[in-house]
């Protein structure tokens, strides 16, 4: 397996920003996988979805998860983003074992090192996309008004600075799921989970919001766990890893 060369952090904001942190420094000096899930099972009632799955992402790579429908890809994604518990196998971030940690001590992870991106935004229909993108840096402990500052920085950063104060309902499919990587990508994560990002979109909104997200991620070094469907969505990645009942297949690219 190759590891990529790593790609500069250049973390935006102002120094006054709280710099979420899941308590251990350092990683981004270290080589090898930022995350890592080995040999994961997961049945639910007789179904098994998951039957001996592996998957690792290193620190700045994006890893796209393909496979037919029903395969198990978003029960991996949830698995590795601790959000779901295997039955059997290990996942590991920044060296811990997930499993090991308490609900709070999971939850504080998700909230501080891992940012979502789901098919359909899942925007607050209250909140403007301003707020959106504001709210999980607010959950994190940062002050209004940075938090404000920051997001609208990030909806510059995705193209849709034209919808802060809109609300999800009164922006198109393509804008929202761009409201969507902004506020994902907000809180700086150091892996980004994205499940069918651009599945909602046409072919040309899609290519644009992988465009934009694949680019803010590698300039913020994150990891990226890419679930997709369609080849032209994994064109973005540095690998891809094929899903097939249950297993994992990797398919090494050079990159
Ligand atoms: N919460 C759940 N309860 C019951 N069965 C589930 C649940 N989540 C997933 N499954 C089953 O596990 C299997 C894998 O599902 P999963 O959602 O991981 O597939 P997928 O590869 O993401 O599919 P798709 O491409 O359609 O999103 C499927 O048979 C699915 O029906
Ligand atoms: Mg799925």
């Given at each position: 397996m190759s590891l990529l060369p790593r790609r500069p952090s250049s973390r935006t904001g102002?120094?006054?920003?709280?710099?979420?942190?899941?308590?251990?420094?350092?990683?981004?000096?270290?080589?090898?996988?930022?995350l890592r899930g080995v040999d994961l099972h997961k049945a639910f009632g007789s179904t098994a979805?998951?039957?001996?799955a592996s998957f690792s992402v290193s620190p700045g790579e994006i890893v796209a998860v393909m496979g037919p429908s029903g395969s198990g890809k978003s029960t991996l994604l949830h698995c590795l983003a601790g959000i779901v518990p295997p039955d059997r196998g290990s996942v590991t971030f920044d060296g811990r074992?997930?499993?090991?940690?308490?609900d709070a001590e999971r939850g504080a992870l998700r909230r501080s090192a891992f940012g979502f991106v789901f098919q359909f935004g899942?925007?607050?229909?209250?909140?403007s996309c301003r707020e959106n993108v504001a709210l999980p840096l607010r959950l994190n402990g940062v002050r209004r008004k940075d938090a404000e500052r920051r997001a609208d920085e990030w909806l510059e950063r995705l193209e849709?600075?034209?919808?802060?104060?809109?609300?999800?309902?009164?922006?198109?499919g393509g804008q929202g799921q761009r409201v969507a990587v902004a506020r994902a990508l907000a809180t700086e994560p150091r892996v980004l989970f994205a499940d069918?990002?651009?599945?909602?979109?046409?072919s040309l909104n899609g290519e644009r919001v992988m465009e934009l997200l694949s680019g803010a991620a590698r300039e913020t070094g994150a990891a990226v766990v890419l679930v997709t469907h369609e080849a032209r969505v994994a064109a973005y990645s540095d690998r891809e890893v094929v899903v097939r009942d249950g297993r994992t297949r990797t398919t090494e690219v050079v990159a």
């Open positions: 102002g120094t006054d920003d709280v710099r979420p942190t899941d308590g251990s420094p350092g990683q981004d000096e270290a080589a090898g996988p930022l979805a998951l039957e001996g074992d997930v499993a090991a940690l308490s899942q925007l607050v229909p209250e909140l849709v600075a034209g919808v802060a104060r809109q609300t999800p309902g009164r922006v198109s069918e990002p651009t599945g909602a979109l046409d």
